[in-house]
């Protein structure tokens, strides 16, 4: 089903409430990975077209914790690049956190610890 302008959401009180960065990752399986893993802000997005500026208007920092595979990095490029023309801090989380797995939620399921202290901008 294809959404329409009039159904995407106007008012994203749960996106721009909070403090700290909010991190985008490519599904909803790697968002709970990430919020069993800590990570207390974060929202699933499915490709980058899947995302909406205006979602984040008032939110200050991102974290991109986008799948290690071939379209990951294009994907982390494109938004970063969006993101500081909007004036957002911006980091990633590296391949190299996933354990050797392909994201998030992978890396979960196998029991990997993830490693996100050392996020690089």
């Known amino acids: 089903m294809k959404q329409t302008q009039s159904a995407r959401p106007h008012n994203n009180a749960a996106l721009q409430a909070g403090t700290g960065p909010l991190w985008v990752c490519e599904g909803a399986f790697d968002a709970l990975a990430l919020l069993a893993a800590g990570v207390s802000r974060v929202v699933a997005i499915f490709g980058v077209q899947g995302w909406h500026w205006d979602w984040v208007r008032q939110v200050h ?24 023309r909007r004036g957002k801090r911006v980091a990633r989380l590296p391949p190299e956190a996933y354990g050797g797995h392909k994201d998030a939620s992978a890396a979960w399921a196998a029991g990997a610890e993830m490693q996100y202290d050392g996020i690089r901008g």
């Open 61 to 84: 920092e991102l974290v991109f914790a986008l799948d290690a595979d071939a379209a990951g990095p294009p994907q982390w490029r494109a938004l970063a690049r969006q993101a500081a």
